[in-house]
């Protein structure tokens, strides 16, 4: 006879309608505070399920610190720049203390610093950066992130959905799409998209964005490159080395047009009188390039903030999923294609 298995926290919260957060601050002893309404739904859930609670749950989550944990794919990039510095703002303003951990773009990565922040007992976690297209590898981060949960932890990510937890969520697509409408309203035809890791989801949305909003007579050539500086430059530079220049450019990241745009310059080429140049974020860097960069503005210090609250935030009726717009900002560096 087939012995059967011991509910599940997971088993609790989903017959109680409620989220694992909540059935482990019920049945775990946090702090947190849940409705009554909501904790008799979960203790009735319980019993009739023969749940019995994880002692080293309950512990840990009795002893959840005022610890926000924040993992950066990379500090040094003014895009996580901004989104941290909206955390580390709204924290001061809530006496909350945040560890920031730099993981690259490697979900891995990010499994080995969680696991080295439990000892830490944050309250909650927040995973900056684009999800991969490395289903394995997400799939071991989705699963320690649950874990965090049944802990009593929030969990917030910055980008796509997909991870365990609450979503901040910008429109990359969209605001990608509403850049190639602008280009070509302008007039352009000729292309090139720069773009980023393709592992990256961050770089598909906005490529794919661009490209479905092109007029159907349209010539797009593709360009590779890392999502730095010196990226850029070697995609400027492969321009300059091919047998055509395209009127437009669209590079997937500021950071990456910056770096095209010099590689341009040293080739001899105007911009935009020869070529225009966009890119997306409007990192704070490009309003001083000469000329000043046109590109998609999403609100990075606010997407910080509204992270943290949303970590922070103990209501059973927050939303999952926060949308983020996207804003086109028109600079000096398009204009219409010469005849």
Do not use: W
């Amino acid at each position: 006879m087939e012995r059967k298995q011991p509910a599940r926290l997971a088993d609790v919260a989903r017959a109680a309608g409620v989220s694992v957060a909540t059935a482990s601050r019920v049945l775990n002893g946090s702090p947190h505070r849940v409705s009554d309404q909501l904790s008799e739904r979960v203790r009735e859930a319980a019993r009739r399920l023969r749940y019995a609670p994880n002692v080293g749950a309950q512990v840990l989550a009795r002893a959840t610190s005022q610890t926000v944990a924040l993992l950066l794919h990379d500090v040094t990039d003014p895009y996580f720049g901004q989104i941290a510095g909206g955390v580390l703002a709204e924290a001061a303003r809530r006496n909350v203390r945040v560890l920031i951990a730099d993981t690259g773009i490697d979900p891995d990565s990010e499994v080995q610093h969680l696991d080295s922040l439990r000892g830490y007992r944050p309250r909650a976690v927040i995973v900056a950066g684009s999800r991969t297209t490395d289903k394995a590898a997400e799939q071991r981060l989705s699963e320690h992130l649950s874990d965090l949960l049944e802990l009593g932890a929030t969990v917030v990510s910055v980008g796509q959905p997909g991870l365990p937890g609450r979503v901040v969520r910008p429109a990359n697509r969209e605001g990608a799409a509403g850049l190639a409408r602008h280009l070509s309203e302008l007039g352009h035809r000729r292309f090139a998209v720069v773009a980023g890791p393709e592992q990256l989801q961050v770089v598909r949305e906005r490529r794919e964005g661009f490209l479905s909003a092109l007029p159907e007579d349209a010539e797009v050539v593709h360009v590779p490159a890392e999502f730095t500086r010196d990226g850029g430059y070697q995609a400027g530079r492969r321009l300059l080395d091919g047998e055509r220049l395209p009127t437009a450019v669209f590079v997937t990241s500021d950071v990456q047009a910056t770096g095209l745009c010099t590689a341009l310059r040293e080739g001899g080429v105007a911009i935009p009188e020869q070529v225009s140049v966009a890119g997306f974020d409007d990192i704070p860097i490009v309003r001083d390039l000469t000329p000043s960069l046109t590109t998609v503005a999403l609100p990075l210090h606010d997407m910080g903030v509204q992270a943290l609250e949303a970590a922070l935030v103990e209501e059973e009726d927050y939303p999952e999923e926060l949308s983020v717009d996207a804003e086109l900002i028109e600079r000096d560096s398009t204009a219409p294609p010469r005849a």
